[in-house]
């Protein structure tokens, strides 16, 4: 079955190309077509389209349809070209003519791109839960750590003390950062295409305000040809937000495989998280923080490639869209799993104390010496020469104990700071009024 079969049979091969591997992503979007559907028939029924009676036998349809899409018990069958034709095949099997009425007033166009929006916003949700999560632990760990020192480093050389408690608030507030980037993505991803049709809207007197609300989206798309300009672009706005997230996760994983490895020495972990050597019995190797590394490098480049896909493209659908699933939604779902495993190793993590009392690491309170001068009433640049001199003479003895009282410095991490900003920027996120109005969908009249 296909929406647009006009009794002619296509080409075996061409069918194979073209559907690609749409059937393995459109299982994905199902859950997400049915509420698209209820929407649309609960539109078509205030509008006067569907009579009042057949829509209830449909809307109570897609429910049940919904729940055994979420059992597994929905399937493409052979000869159906995508879940639309599925779902609507199976209105029909069921009910007869009626099922055939649930089309009206829209295009398989608009029809995917709702889908996608829900889709998008639903696993969307999951990535900021998993962030927000990951960062609280972070700063557990920073306020746990937070006398805990840590030789800082520039140009890879040791540069000025820093702190445990330090390097895990940083992580933290640069999720913070992220969440924001994410929320700018949620936007767009939020608004409402539902009756742009084709591009070029409907003569029918659809009510797309109606739609928007049922579905709970923020907004509507309103320009109809630029709801479907926005298929492509939505999808490389996400990727380019998840590729924050990707960048915090990767930096996170270089520094670990840098302070875990014997010539830093400053954290470890149970060896249950690492790997051996075939023929190295000594060998600890931290595999999974290579492997978040450079999953989370490849889903930087997920932008990218969908920028590559689709520009200069005109307005207008294009077949080369249909690619856009299978560049973003696996790199969705090995984002999740690097924050997954970040999050269950970082808890885990075992930090090394006293890391700077060794002599390797006496220069780097050089510049606290400096500003002690300074503070003694030493201008600062013959306070500069004389702690060089005494460097150089070999008669240099740093206190080791660092002054730093600023915000944001080793005395002053304003943890709680981070916190609260983490938290304003998750409630940001309109995820209650979109539940209701999912749950509302569903509820039996």
Not at 309 to 317: D, M, R
Not at 332 to 357: F, G, N, S, T
Request: glycine letters at 6%.
């Amino acid at each position: 079955m296909k929406l647009w079969d006009k009794g002619i049979s296509t080409d075996q091969f061409i069918e194979r190309f073209t559907v690609g591997r749409d059937p393995e992503f459109d299982m994905l979007l199902a859950p997400f077509d049915v509420l698209g559907s209820i929407a649309h028939v609960k539109m078509l029924s205030a509008v006067g389209l569907i009579p009042a009676d057949e829509a209830g036998i449909l809307v109570t349809e897609l429910q049940k349809i919904h729940k055994e899409i979420r059992d597994n018990t929905v399937r493409i069958e052979s000869g159906v070209e995508d879940i639309h034709s599925q779902i609507e095949l199976e209105l029909t099997k069921r009910h007869g003519e009626i099922g055939k009425k649930i089309h009206s007033g829209r295009s398989r166009n608009d029809q995917v791109l709702v889908d996608i929006k829900l889709y998008l916003r639903s696993i969307l949700r999951t990535v900021v839960e998993e962030v927000y999560s990951l960062s609280g632990t972070l700063l557990d760990l920073s306020e746990r750590y937070k006398d805990y020192l840590l030789p800082g480093y520039t140009h890879f050389q040791i540069a000025m003390p820093s702190s445990f408690g330090l390097w895990f608030g940083a992580y933290a507030e640069s999720f913070s950062d992220d969440l924001l980037v994410l929320r700018s993505a949620f936007s767009i991803v939020n608004k409402n295409p539902l009756g742009s049709g084709a591009g070029f809207g409907s003569s029918f007197p659809l009510n797309r305000t109606m739609t928007t609300e049922l579905l709970g989206f923020d907004s509507l798309h309103i320009n109809s040809v630029y709801a479907q300009m926005s298929r492509g672009k939505t999808e490389k706005i996400v990727a380019n937000s998840i590729g924050c997230v990707a960048s915090t996760l990767s930096k996170m994983a270089m520094d670990i495989t840098l302070y875990v490895s014997q010539n830093f020495g400053f954290i470890s972990f149970p060896e249950s998280l690492t790997t051996g050597s075939s023929i190295m019995p000594h060998k600890k190797n931290p595999d999974v923080f290579e492997l978040i590394r450079a999953k989370c490098n490849k889903i930087q480049a997920t932008g990218f490639d969908i920028h590559s896909l689709i520009n200069n493209l005109p307005s207008g659908y294009h077949r080369d869209m249909q690619i856009t699933k299978e560049i973003l939604f696996p790199s969705l779902y090995e984002l999740l799993d690097c924050i997954h495993l970040m999050h269950h190793a970082i808890k885990q993590i075992i930090v090394r104390d006293r890391i700077m009392e060794n002599d390797l690491y006496k220069y780097a309170f050089s510049v606290d010496e400096v500003n002690r001068k300074v503070q003694q009433g030493m201008s600062f640049r013959d306070a500069y020469k004389s702690v060089a001199q005494s460097i150089d003479d070999g008669t240099y003895s740093p206190s080791f104990r660092p002054d730093h009282t600023h915000e944001g410095s080793i005395g002053n991490l304003q943890t709680e700071h981070i916190r609260e900003m983490l938290e304003t920027h998750k409630n940001s996120f309109s995820f209650d009024t979109i539940e209701k109005a999912e749950l509302d969908l569903l509820m039996k009249n």
